[in-house]
Nanobody
Framework: QVQLVESGGGLVQAGGSLRLSCAASGRTFSNYAMGWFRQTPGKEREFVAAISRNSITYYAGTVKGRFTISRDNAKNTVYLQMNSLKPEDTGDYYC????????????????WGQGTQVTVSS
């Protein structure tokens, strides 16, 4: 499995921006598709964005046009740039890795980070 460590969460006002980072170690990063998911209390983990091994990107409809996922294979890191944040973007954000194939459903990912909290105030 890949070890993943997220960072960059915090408190921001509505309309603001944050950039999340996820540093990977333990395996060849370029062989993994990467995803970002978020979760709020009482709800299932929700797909946010994913990026394939060759940087094709996928987004949930709720974040498309506001969030951008990217990866830097030289740094073994995936990013989530979040702009025009809304209170409903509040949650714990998790980075995930899946060997070879990009997926948009959480159960397909076998490596997860510990999460980073994002709070958007109105």
């Amino acid at each position: 499995q890949v070890q993943l460590v997220e960072s960059g969460g915090g408190l921001v006002q509505a309309g603001g921006s944050l950039r999340l980072s996820c540093a990977a170690s333990g395996r060849t990063f370029s062989n993994y598709a990467m995803g970002w998911f978020r979760q709020t209390p009482g709800k299932e983990r929700e797909f946010v964005a994913a990026i394939s091994r060759n940087s094709i990107t996928y987004y949930a409809g709720t974040v498309k046009g506001r969030f951008t996922i990217s990866r830097d294979n030289a740094k073994n890191t995936v990013y989530l740039q979040m702009n025009s944040l809304k209170p409903e973007d509040t949650g714990d954000y998790y980075c995930a890795a899946n060997y070879w194939n990009v997926q948009t459903n959480a159960p397909s990912y076998d490596s997860w980070g510990q999460g980073t909290q994002v709070t958007v105030s109105s």
